[in-house]
């Protein structure tokens, strides 16, 4: 069965950076494109960054380009979001997302979900 699990998140300061964890067991890591979502309290989930199965190609939300870096570890089966000079908007649950059918652009619809990390920025 496929699990995705996130960690890393936690309660910091404006300007503070994490590494968002998410390893992923019951698939073929390798063969499937991977991205982080966010959900802040009444919103919708928004994507912020995704990344094609080889690493190659990469997608960042406005909002976090320049902030935020994808990247992934095929032998590790995980990806990864390192988030930089965070601010209290990027507060929310971060959740990662699998699909065999990304290819590292605009658009990721996951079959697979993570249960999300929650990251709470203070100003």
């Known amino acids: 069965q496929v699990q995705l699990v996130e960690s890393g998140g936690g309660l910091v300061q404006a300007g503070d950076s994490l590494r968002l964890s998410c390893a992923a067991s019951?698939?073929?890591?390798?063969?499937?494109?991977m991205g982080w979502f966010r959900q802040a309290p009444g919103k919708e989930r928004e994507f912020v960054a995704g990344i094609a199965w080889s690493g190659g190609s990469t997608y960042y939300a406005d909002s976090v380009k320049g902030r935020f870096t994808i990247s992934r570890d095929n032998v590790k089966n995980t990806v990864y979001l390192q988030v930089n000079s965070l601010k209290p908007e990027d507060t929310a649950v971060y959740y990662c997302?699998?699909?065999?059918?990304?290819?590292?652009?605009?658009?990721?619809?996951?079959?697979?979900w993570g249960q999300g990390t929650q990251v709470t920025v203070s100003s």
């Open positions: 019951g698939v073929t890591f390798n063969g499937y494109g």
């Open positions: 997302g699998a699909s065999a059918f990304y290819n590292g652009r605009a658009r990721f619809n996951p079959t697979y």
